[in-house]
């Protein structure tokens, strides 16, 4: 009798632990520069991260089982995205969304890619994350290329006969961005009076803006990030110029505008469609307006990403990370960012870039 009861009570212990796993949580994570000078793009994707998890958790969860979301700070820093990266495999973190810089991006895909993590980047550009990444690596942004193909055409179009200067920071971002528009400016026939490398971090830029001058540019394109640009046109309309300042996705944060005031007024940059103007997203834009968040910049691409994972696992019926993948490149997915699905490499097939202009402290297409 004794040992029958043993045996019910080892059964029922069984039970309860497999009842317990069944309904355990799904941790999943996002990671970018939530401190540092970067930071504005860092509460964007956690602003899209937890609000997507919170929806989906209130509609069911994922396979019924409610979504725990992990925060990492990478600040931008290969090392630090690296160490963020074991932490969140450590944490048990089945997907990530993320990261943000593709300096960042591209290391930590090498620790998920080893320890069977999906990720998938709501921001980072740079083409060598998918090129050269393992098949668990997927982005929802653009790349490089594409976005240096338009940049490079339109300045060749519209200032050909303009002097034009192209300068980056030397990370993988805006180093990859700048040759990409070079490269398909010279290709179109017209070269740089102007190539250039600045230290990012700095707050004096006053050397370059002297010898932008000197040069006598007229269209001064600037592979990097929003800090670094808007001190850059601020300093060139205080020494009197009025040269043209064109960059890429990373002006796309009220910030910029923060940073430079009225002398930030004409900024071009290029960005994918905005979500914020997608139909199909505007149940969600509310959501976030009523809570006195603006789902600028990359708020709806962290949002999109997890909404793609979630629906790659309903569909293949697990997390587990080889049949996601496969549901990932074979399916649609219905998401704020519209319909999207992914090609062999892991980049989303979706429209490429548009220009936007600043007027008025805010950023609207180019008409």
């Known amino acids: 009798m004794r040992r029958l009861s043993t045996v019910l009570m080892a059964a029922a212990a069984v039970t309860a632990l497999s009842v ?3 309904k355990a949580d799904i941790v999943i994570a996002t990671a970018g520069p939530m401190t540092g000078q970067y930071a504005s793009f860092g509460q964007q994707m956690k602003a899209g ?3 997507a998890v919170a929806d989906i958790n209130a509609a069911g969860g994922v396979l ?3 979504l725990v979301l992990e925060v990492g700070d990478d600040a931008c820093d290969p090392k ?3 160490a963020v990266a074991n932490q969140m495999v450590n944490k048990g973190v089945v997907f990530m969304a993320g990261h943000f810089c593709s300096g960042s991006s591209i290391p930590a895909s090498q620790v998920y890619e080893e320890e069977g993590v999906l990720q998938i980047s709501p921001a980072s550009t740079n083409p060598k994350l998918t090129e050269e990444g393992g098949d668990n690596v997927f982005r929802v942004c653009g790349r490089d290329d594409q976005q240096g193909e338009v940049a490079g055409a ?7 006969a303009k002097n034009i200067a192209i300068v980056h920071d ?11 528009t070079r490269k398909n400016l010279n290709k179109a026939g017209v070269t740089e009076a102007l190539y250039e490398a600045y230290t990012a971090g700095e707050k004096d830029y006053t050397a370059l803006v002297s010898k932008l001058k000197q040069n006598s540019i007229d269209v001064l394109y600037v592979g ?3 800090t670094e640009a808007g001190l850059m046109v601020r300093q060139m309309r205080d020494q009197g110029m009025d040269t043209l300042l064109v960059s890429g996705d990373a002006l796309v944060t009220d910030e910029y505008w923060s940073i430079t005031g009225d002398a930030g007024e004409g900024t071009l940059m290029t960005f994918s469609p905005d979500p914020r103007k ?5 149940p969600v834009v509310k959501v976030f307006r009523d809570k006195g968040i603006e789902p600028e910049g990359y708020v709806l691409y962290t949002y999109g990403a997890i909404q793609a994972w979630a629906q790659a696992v309903e569909s293949a019926g697990k997390t587990d990370l080889d049949p996601v993948i496969a549901s990932l490149r074979s399916n649609q997915f219905d998401t704020v960012l519209g319909n999207i699905g992914f090609d062999a490499k892991g980049d989303v097939t979706a429209p490429g870039y548009v220009f936007y202009e600043w007027k008025d402290g805010q950023y609207d297409y180019l008409n």
Do not use: I, R
């Open 20 to 22: 317990s796993a069944a």
């Open 49 to 51: 991260a937890e609000q």
């Open 64 to 66: 019924g089982q409610k």
């Open 80 to 82: 630090q995205a690296v």
């Open 154 to 160: 339109f300045l060749a179009e519209k200032f050909g």
């Open 170 to 180: 030397k990370t993988a971002y805006g180093k990859g961005l700048a040759d990409e």
């Open 224 to 226: 990097g990030y929003h």
């Open 278 to 282: 997608n139909p199909v997203a505007a």
